[in-house]
């Protein structure tokens, strides 16, 4: 059962993250032992130790009266899971993961260790089956990495990243985390986000080379201005990355001469494009073919409310129909007020980092309300515009919390 339970919550774990509902906020904090030791890429990883670890407890069952085969098969099975866990590198931390493999590998030495000191005449016949399968088992793994090598080489293997979100992180850090989550929930395998991968930050532009199937560039007001963001775009368009562009409100298309002059537009007091051998016609010539008819550009709705506007973005970039109309939602309810009591965001409607910034927030309250009591979070700007039952909810809601950005407390319900 409770390896049912791990594969449920497991498969489960990216629809959880997306709906955002209290129901699915509880569902993570039960599972949540499954993922809290692992990066969120590798989120699956702890199923692949719950094997490994029944594969180690079951050795000695079969083979009760052989030393032979009970050393032999679990130095394969740890040299074997000690591979997986060095390409993954799951742990959260990243010294974890030199300390997991050098742990594995003290007890593979204790293990040979003990073989050496055992007197293992009498198992000649168990000696003869163990060496051909730790042959078999060594030349399949020089073919695996033969192959693996020839493909990546060839450029035919499969994408390490689904998208890669290049964005201004100043103006939209908090719009790219939640499409990046919105982005998953809809089938996408990974999403690269250069805060998340700050690793990879020296071969950011040979990632976008090799290992993207789709550059998606978030264009807001100065995105074409940053010399990372115009290294990514040059990057793809050189090795036929497929591009796809959101544009949101408050992004304004460069004139022809502004990319004439590109290095007058570019902020280069961070990094020095010259450094990677990109010069400026090669940013101009780029910057054309991102903004030309060829690229698919998607846009920003507005006037759909809250993170629903967000949600209908992350399914126009995967070509998904929407099924549901976003925004028709209708504010809790009196009784559920009463009943479970009720946390309210109030943000600028018209700000969508702010927006963004507000479903992140209400996410991560509702896994600390979790711990205490039963309640709900309720994000004004996800609303149709009624002020007397806004004004209502507010007066009998738990707390209020006022997220602070350019323009709050100047529209008129916020005032209100």
């Known amino acids: 059962p409770f390896t049912v339970a791990a594969l449920y919550g ?17 569902n993570l904090h039960i599972f949540r032992f499954m993922w809290f ?44 899971f000690a591979t997986i866990q060095s390409y993954m590198r799951p742990w959260r931390v990243g010294d974890a993961n030199i300390f997991d493999t050098w742990t594995t590998n003290v007890i593979v030495s204790l293990l040979v260790v003990g073989a050496m000191a055992s007197d293992l005449q009498e198992y000649t016949e168990s000696l003869k089956y163990i060496a051909i399968i730790g042959m078999v088992a060594f030349a399949v793994l ?46 996408a395998r990974q999403v690269f986000i250069d805060s998340d991968n700050l690793h990879d930050l020296d071969t950011l532009f040979d990632t976008v080379k090799f290992k993207v199937r789709v550059l998606l560039v978030y264009l807001t007001s100065s995105v074409l201005t940053r010399p990372w963001c115009a290294g990514e775009i040059f990057s793809a368009c050189k090795c036929k990355v497929t591009m796809v562009t959101v544009r949101t409100p408050d992004f304004v298309e460069p004139s ?14 961070a990094c020095k494009l010259a450094d990677y051998k990109i010069s400026y016609d090669d940013i101009t010539k780029a910057y054309h073919q991102l903004l030309g008819l060829g690229v698919r550009s998607v ?118």
């Open 256 to 269: 022809l001469q502004m990319l004439e002059n590109i290095e007058q537009m570019l902020d280069e007091s």
């Open 37 to 80: 030791r692992f990066s969120h890429e590798r989120y699956y990883y702890g199923l692949i130790l719950l094997l490994r670890n029944f594969l180690l407890s079951i050795v000695p069952i079969f083979a009760t009266y052989d030393p032979v085969v009970q050393i032999g098969c679990m130095t394969l099975l740890l040299l074997g």
């Open 142 to 187: 020089v073919y695996g990495v033969v192959i693996y090598l020839g493909i990546v080489f060839c450029g035919k293997h499969r994408f390490a990243y689904d998208y890669f979100l290049c964005h201004h992180k100043a103006h939209a850090g908090a719009q790219a985390r939640l499409l990046k989550v919105l982005l998953q929930s809809k089938g």
């Open 299 to 416: 846009q920003l709705e507005t006037k759909t409310n809250g993170v629903h506007r967000f949600r209908r973005l992350a399914s126009a970039i995967v070509a998904e129909k929407e099924s549901v109309v976003a925004g028709s939602a209708s504010l809790p309810s009196p009784w559920l007020v009463k009943q479970l009591g009720l946390v309210v965001i109030s943000v600028d409607a018209e700000d969508n980092e702010a927006v963004a910034a507000a479903d992140i927030l209400s996410t991560y309250l509702m896994l600390l309300v979790q711990h205490e009591s039963e309640r709900e979070i309720c994000r004004l700007c996800d609303y149709e515009e009624d002020l007397e039952t806004q004004q209502w909810l507010v007066l009998k809601s738990c707390a209020l919390v006022v997220i602070l950005s350019k323009n709050t407390l100047q529209t008129r319900s916020q005032v209100e």
């Open 10 to 26: 497991t498969v489960k774990y990216k629809s959880y993250l997306s709906q955002g509902s209290s129901r699915s906020i509880a």
